[in-house]
């Protein structure tokens, strides 16, 4: 091997790099097969090396790195309802539109509409109706407007073409270039019309299996144009296609397999014979609710469909396929798990299954996460509210989280196998079905005008958010979107546990003596302040005096000792609640309750009987609680520091 090591890995580096050129060098600079073996360990060092460096590259940024899959699956969540609300507002921006303008655009389209009017017209002036173009030959042969009579009536346009009959609903949108969107396409071949005896002015078109719809027209003469229409033009189509039209399939060299031309000629034209049958049994199978062989039948004559001859009546059967695939997409997309067979276990899981199978991925993403959705409402409404609100907000949590997350891991192997990516749509999902969670978390913890209890509020919060850790497994950290929804509730609860703290403090600061507190040991309420006190490293005992019995004096006034008790316990809660979009009202909340009870203490009377107890508080506020509270803020809640809060020390000792 004559080459160095470091020949070798630039040109391995080198962005155009050729493997094909590469080894063809070898082979002509290489004198037999030691050398390329040699240089085949050189290269298979190169790759351990870099391999190496790369493991080490990946633990160094191991936290970066997932740091970054949590801001893209959360940026793709963002881009996907972006493209909702951007639908939505389009659809908002359509509805405040002018509606003189409108009316006025739909009078002169109107007008322009004539019986002898091209399909390609039609399709201008029509929204979704380009199907039109996959039969040729079709031609209009009359048109009008009419009233569709269901539970709500409205004003419709119905078409006349010479195989089908197409509706289409007025638009509200001034600046679209069509003035109707389709509503109904109907093959003529299938429908049946009947008279309504009762209503003079209505008639009724059923298409077989399932569809049925009335029509009222202006007049009676126009209800009898309609009806001899529609009748003449199916006598017509029966004529002219006659009972079983001719088509071809395209054959291919695959396709010819071992046996004579004629024996592959009659395979052919049974695999005909059999797609002029598929649209009706298609709709038996659609009318029985027999999905399952509907769509085995669609996924077998797949290939055959894409083979039909675009000449004779090809496009005209494939175009009658496409409908009852259609029609079966919207049928499978429309079962919810409320109804009948498909309310509990695998039988949910079959109309998603299927439409996999006939390629519609959105479709199915959207069934399944609306089947669970449903699920998981019914799971939540099983729960009794019983017991304490902390109990009842476990049981909640554990139901919501430990189901979305499971429903996540479900839509992975659900949807594996699919090459679009869906799992967009299961984070959209996740946030929408968190909204709806924290508004009922909102509703049990955040009550309006009432408060609950310190500490409960903050052990519910923290209970939510030990639970929504769960969604990990399926790479999402909701924490972010936790504390959004719910920043409303814990900021009205800061402040309004607050504005008690500062309500009592007042009515304790009127009410004061200025004396030693008196405690008996035998109760242990001095054990308990003691405890309370250790949290913040600050010792109960410089401020006690013992008489040698079982009371206890500390040189504190009552007021500080019961400000530290409930202050204490607003701490607590708010550092369970804690997060940054509540960090400036939780710093003036604690700031303004801290200097409020230490400007109580300058305003006690100059007596010289409670100067001791005066100064023995003042200095406990000053030099040993306050300190303790900003450390304890800067260590375990904000991670941060608080010059705010330190500025009442310098303000202390000025006054």
Known sequence: MSEPWEHYENKLKNEHFNPKEFVQQLCKNLDNAQDLYGVKKVVEGIKQTHATELKKNVYKNYGQFIQTSKEITYLEAEMYKLGHLLTEQKALISSLTDDNITSEKNEALDISITEDMSIAKIVELVQGAAVLHDIPGRKMIHNGNLIEVGEEERQIRLFLMNDCIMSAAPTKSAWMSEAYKMVHLLELKNVTIMDVQDQKLCFKITQYPANMFMY??????????????????????????????????????????????????????????????????????????????????????????????????????????????????????????????????????????????????????????????????????????????????????????????????????????????????????????????????????????????????????????????????????????????????????????????????????????????????????????????????????????????DKIYVTLCHSVISFVRSFHSYLLDAKKMYNVRVKKQLIDSITSCLQFQAFQLKLAPPDEDIRTVVSSSDMFMNKEFIPAVISFLETQVTQQPVPQIRNILDTNDML
Request: proline residues 2%; charged residues 30%; aromatic residues 6%.
């Open 216 to 549: 009222r027209a202006e007049t009676e003469q126009k209800k009898i144009e309609w009806v001899s229409h529609i009748k003449r033009a199916q006598q017509d189509l029966k004529e002219a296609v006659g009972d079983r039209p001719d088509i071809e399939l395209k054959q291919s060299r695959d396709d010819m397999i071992e046996g004579t031309w004629e024996e592959n000629q009659r395979r052919a034209k049974f695999r005909a014979d059999a797609l002029l049958e598929l649209p009706e049994q298609l709709d038996v199978c659609i009318a029985q609710r027999d999905f399952e062989n509907a769509v085995r039948k669609l996924r077998d004559a797949k290939q055959d469909i894409a083979k039909l001859d675009q000449s004779n009546h090809g496009p005209e059967i494939k175009a009658r396929i496409d409908s009852r695939l259609r029609q079966l997409t919207d049928m499978l997309t429309e079962v919810n798990m409320g109804s009948g067979m498909y309310a509990h276990g695998k039988a949910s899981k079959k109309p998603v299954k299927q439409l996999l199978l006939l390629e519609k991925v959105t479709q199915a993403t959207s069934l399944f996460l609306r089947n669970k959705s449903t699920s998981l409402k019914m799971s939540i409404r099983r729960i009794k509210m019983e017991g304490t609100m902390t109990l009842y907000i476990t049981k909640l949590s554990q139901t919501f989280f430990s189901t979305v997350a499971a429903v996540g891991t479900e839509f992975k192997a659900v949807f594996s196998n699919t090459e679009a990516g869906c799992m967009p749509s299961y984070v959209a999902w996740v946030e929408s079905e968190l909204e709806w969670f924290a508004d009922m978390f909102s509703r049990q913890v955040f009550p309006q005008g009432s408060v609950v209890g310190h500490g409960v509020a903050g052990e519910c919060v923290a209970i939510a958010l030990k639970h929504a850790n769960q969604l990990s497994v399926n790479g999402l950290d909701i924490s972010f979107l936790m504390h959004r929804l719910l920043q409303p509730g814990i900021a009205e609860t800061l402040k309004r546990n607050h504005i008690q703290i500062m309500e009592a403090s007042q009515l304790r600061a009127k009410e004061e003596h200025w004396k030693k507190c008196e405690f008996n040991r035998q109760t242990g309420d001095i054990k308990k302040l003691d405890d309370l006190l250790k949290i913040y490293n600050v010792d109960l005992s410089k401020y006690c005096v013992s008489t040698g019995d």
